[in-house]
């Protein structure tokens, strides 16, 4: 059950709260660009989420992750398409200064850049479109083509080859040396959260929502294995303010060779203060005026240091390191209750709103008993006309320095909220 902070009552129960009924998304009907189609072995998830897997054309892994109701059958088309050889793995190259590992992938450089419908490289593959995606899918999950990390790993894995000159363990990353380089080992990857060429997770069913969480975890599960990742992080850019180069609904997953630099600095302050940190912001922000929405494991508040006009936090009540050791009741709220923020989100404004949603995972190999899974979206939009760009101060010293309160941030996103109302569909 979902409620507003201080309504003692369920959310759609609230004054004046519109109950939000969305259509399912239409089935998707294209005709693939052959003839040839396999029956993929299914694997069920929970909720019913069915999991198929096969390759891409130069061998990349694609999976189908489809809706408990879907109408999709077993066979999925086959991709012909002629594919050159994938390039070589990046390489990162050590930071002395800040200890930061930077990753040169010229191979990013020449990304597709807001095509229209018609070449959608996400879309379902057409006669006259050869994207990405062979066949009709509700979700669909893939290795980018033009990755930061991988496809080569510590060691070789399925059709991954072993990178020479990988990293050794975190140690041989946290030493320091001029000159310093490793192979960006690890794994990038697409989540195509509907094949429909517009739209975001916010504009999702619940369904297909609750669909893409479980592929979320799979992959974290998965990726976690790979030899040489040691952080895997899930996130969705949406809007061009953002950088987003596709408009098409969809996310990614890093699988990064070291702990990110944010989450290294995470568990030094854990360090310097108590095992059990995460817990104590928790139950700080819950008796504070900045909680925007609240369910039975998750709560949602904008932190008492917010940096960005718009930050909202969502971290669930008990400890969980990633997205992978949530249980089934807890994938389950937050289907509903990550679409109610999101749309709360565009609920601000007359017109969507950019954002950066983070998943934040502890790390594969350390402060699992301590980092907690939570989310972080923040958006540089500080007016309807307005965004906030990162420059002097903020960009070459990381000293912020903050416009909104998160007091005033909070009071006009629960607004907004509670403005949405229960989200059914």
């Known amino acids: 059950m979902l409620s507003?902070?201080?309504?003692?009552?369920?959310?759609?129960?609230?004054?004046?709260?519109?109950?939000?009924?969305?259509?399912?998304?239409?089935?998707?009907?294209?005709?693939?660009?052959?003839?040839?189609?396999?029956?993929?072995?299914?694997?069920?998830?929970?909720?019913?989420v069915v999991k198929r897997r096969t390759?891409?054309?130069?061998?990349?892994?694609?999976?189908?992750?489809?809706d408990p109701d879907t109408e999709l059958g077993p066979d999925r088309a086959v991709d012909t398409r002629a594919l050159d050889a994938r390039g070589e793995t990046a390489t990162m190259r050590l930071d002395t200064l800040?200890?930061?590992?930077?990753?040169?992938?010229?191979?990013?450089?020449?990304?597709v850049?807001?095509?229209?419908?018609?070449?959608?490289?996400?879309?379902?593959?057409?006669?006259?479109?050869?994207?990405?995606?062979?066949?009709?899918?509700?979700?669909?999950?893939?290795?980018?083509?033009?990755?930061?990390?991988?496809?080569?790993?510590?060691?070789?894995?399925?059709?991954?080859?072993?990178?020479?000159?990988?990293?050794r363990g975190l140690d041989d990353l946290a030493a320091l040396g001029l000159g310093r380089t490793r192979t960006?080992?690890?794994?990038?990857?697409?989540?195509?959260?509907?094949?429909?060429?517009?739209?975001?997770?916010?504009?999702?069913?619940?369904?297909?929502?609750?669909?893409?969480?479980?592929?979320?975890?799979?992959?974290?599960?998965?990726?976690?294995?790979?030899?040489?990742?040691?952080?895997?992080f899930p996130f969705e850019n949406r809007g061009e303010a953002i950088g987003v180069t596709l408009p098409h609904p969809h996310g990614q997953i890093y699988a990064y060779p070291y702990v990110t630099p944010r989450t290294t600095r995470l568990l030094d302050s854990i360090d310097r203060t108590a095992p059990?940190?995460?817990?104590?912001?928790?139950?700080?922000?819950?008796?504070?005026?900045?909680?925007?929405?609240?369910g039975e494991h998750w709560t949602a508040f904008v932190p008492f240091a917010a940096r960005w006009p718009?930050?909202?936090?969502?971290?669930?009540?008990?400890?969980?390191?990633?997205?992978?050791?949530?249980?089934?009741?807890?994938?389950?709220e937050l289907a509903p209750l990550y679409l109610r923020l999101l749309r709360g989100v565009d609920a601000l404004y007359d017109t969507p709103t950019p954002y950066i949603a983070a998943w934040h995972q502890a790390p594969v190999h350390t402060g699992r008993d301590t980092v907690r899974l939570h989310?972080?979206?923040?958006?540089p939009r500080r007016a309807a006309d307005k965004l906030k760009f990162l420059a002097g101060s903020e960009a070459a010293m990381w000293a912020w320095a903050a416009e909104v309160t998160p007091e005033q941030g909070a009071a006009r996103l629960r607004e907004a909220v509670e403005s949405v109302g229960e989200v059914t569909a």
């Open 310 to 332: 718009l930050e909202v936090h969502l971290m669930p009540h008990e400890h969980v390191p990633d997205l992978a050791a949530t249980t089934t009741a807890q994938r389950d």
């Open 184 to 232: 960006s080992v690890g794994r990038c990857e697409v989540v195509c959260f509907s094949p429909e060429h517009t739209g975001s997770f916010g504009t999702q069913t619940v369904t297909r929502a609750r669909t893409v969480i479980e592929a979320w975890a799979d992959r974290t599960a998965a990726l976690s294995q790979l030899p040489g990742v040691e952080q895997v």
């Open 276 to 294: 059990d940190l995460f817990q104590r912001i928790l139950d700080s922000e819950r008796d504070s005026e900045r909680v925007v929405l609240r």
């Open 375 to 379: 989310l972080q979206l923040t958006s």
């Open 98 to 111: 800040t200890g930061d590992w930077i990753t040169v992938a010229a191979n990013r450089q020449n990304r």
């Open 113 to 167: 850049m807001m095509p229209s419908a018609d070449a959608d490289p996400l879309a379902p593959q057409s006669p006259t479109n050869p994207s990405e995606v062979p066949s009709r899918y509700d979700v669909a999950v893939f290795e980018n083509r033009s990755p930061a990390f991988g496809p080569a790993l510590a060691e070789a894995t399925g059709t991954a080859p072993e990178a020479g000159n990988a990293p």
């Open 55 to 66: 390759t891409l054309a130069d061998g990349r892994e694609l999976l189908y992750f489809d």
């Open 4 to 48: 507003t902070p201080g309504s003692g009552r369920p959310s759609w129960a609230s004054s004046g709260a519109a109950v939000l009924t969305l259509p399912r998304a239409a089935i998707y009907h294209v005709d693939v660009n052959t003839d040839e189609t396999s029956a993929l072995p299914a694997e069920t998830l929970t909720a019913g």
